[in-house]
């Protein structure tokens, strides 16, 4: 039993089409990867980023406690100062 010549065309066309569709399956299937690997590394960044900032904030607020703090004694001192001349 031979098909004919029409049949023939079309099942070696489908054949490409799988090729080619299997092709760019590969290439999906690829880039997913790649995109799947730079969306884990942004979130490590992320992480980091967001440690590093915390920290940051802690430090900043140590910092203007500290600089509340001497501003405050600059002021008690230059009273102090001010009334120990009136005397």
């Not at 029409?6 to 066309?13: D, F, H, L, T, W």
């Not at 992480?47 to 430090?59: P, T, Y």
């Not at 600089?67 to 405050?72: D, G, K």
């Amino acid at each position: 039993m031979q098909l004919d010549p029409q049949a023939i065309s079309q099942k070696r066309k489908m054949q490409m089409d799988i090729l080619f569709k299997e092709s760019d399956l590969k290439k999906n299937e690829r880039l997913k990867s790649e995109l799947e690997i730079s969306i884990r590394e942004l979130k490590l960044k992320e992480s980091q980023i967001r440690s590093e900032m915390i920290l940051k904030e802690i430090q900043l607020k140590k910092i203007e406690e500290a600089h509340m703090q001497l501003y405050n004694e600059i002021i008690k001192l230059k009273h102090q100062m001010n009334t120990f001349g009136h005397r």
